[in-house]
């Protein structure tokens, strides 16, 4: 766009922000401009003592979204946020005063796709599983299909999966349900969470450690879509979470349950580990299912196993 300023939003703006519902003294709205495919609209009017007037229409808010992306494309100095704001006039028939402020707010800016901040969470999560075993080198699994914003299905850019090696044991390991979020700003750690699993290393073949690490990626795929189960696991300590094809037969659910290990250094704090067992349909046999995440038939399944949770 050629030419276009905040007195032209301000045109544009004042003959319907000032169809105010009735009470309705003031109004403010904040918009941001896109950023990694995404933006915000939001805001209204308030009454005298600071309430929500409620509007049926959302005319307001889609004509700022509007001016929103004709400033942004007539801009000549970078912004990223504008606060939009409007006050009742003193007296009848008048316009009541509308300002625009625009601003360039770091903390909402997205990470774009080469942010080193997914390195770190990498190196965090090898540091400590290091403590724990020697990592092989690569991966047991791996799968690279990141959008434009370096997003995978775990929303970050690694989806993969570690095999580390113990005296007798060996365990296989999401990295990457950790890693912060690309393409927004938010300040969490994925969906602050890893996941494992635990083998007899005499009973795993190199086409065993194939079939089970995919497996993972897989359970980690529902993990990340629920965003939730960490918290549903921590609450309840163990949890069916899915079942199993015949492939694994007698097998045939998963449980997912809580474990004292914690991954420290992650770029916005430490997460939990939650170890994944699968287990036969005999040993939740007689047990209640109709609980919140069939859990106490869970935490039967986990005590025959002598694991604590």
Not at 227 to 256: N, Q, S, W
């Amino acid at each position: 766009m050629a030419s276009y300023s905040i007195g032209d939003a301000i045109r544009e703006l004042s003959p319907v922000l000032g169809k105010a519902p009735a009470g309705a003294v003031s109004g403010e709205w904040t918009a941001t401009t896109m950023q990694a495919g995404h933006s915000s609209r939001t805001g209204g009017y308030v009454d005298a003592e600071g309430r929500h007037v409620r509007q049926d229409s959302t005319h307001p808010l889609d004509l700022v979204g509007d001016v929103v992306e004709k400033l942004d494309a007539a801009a000549s100095e970078r912004f990223n946020k504008v606060v939009i704001r409007w006050k009742k006039p003193s007296l009848p028939f008048m316009r009541g005063e509308i300002t625009i402020d625009t601003q360039y707010d770091q903390s909402i800016v997205p990470r774009g796709p080469d942010d080193p901040i997914y390195e770190a969470a990498a190196a965090a999560r090898r540091a400590f599983w290091r403590t724990r075993g020697s990592l092989r080198v690569g991966f047991a699994a791996e799968r690279e299909t990141a959008n434009i914003h370096n997003q995978t299905k775990w929303f970050g850019p690694h989806r993969r999966i570690l095999a580390v090696d113990a005296p007798g044991r060996l365990t296989l390991a999401t990295d990457g349900l950790s890693t912060p979020w690309a393409g927004i700003s938010e300040p969490e750690n994925g969906v602050e969470c890893e996941l494992f699993m635990e083998f007899d290393a005499a009973t795993l073949d190199a086409g065993g450690i194939g079939n089970w690490a995919n497996l993972l990626i897989n359970i980690a795929d529902l993990v990340a879509d629920g965003h939730r189960v960490a918290r549903d696991v921590e609450k309840h300590g163990a949890i069916l979470f899915c079942r199993l094809t015949e492939d694994y037969a007698p097998l045939t659910r998963i449980m997912l349950s809580r474990n004292e290990g914690r991954i420290e250094g992650l770029p916005f704090g430490p997460v939990p580990l939650i170890l994944v067992t699968a287990i036969a349909e005999a040993e939740i046999e007689g047990q209640d299912l109709g609980d919140d995440w069939g859990a106490t038939a869970a935490r039967h399944a986990l005590a025959k196993r002598g694991i604590r949770g």
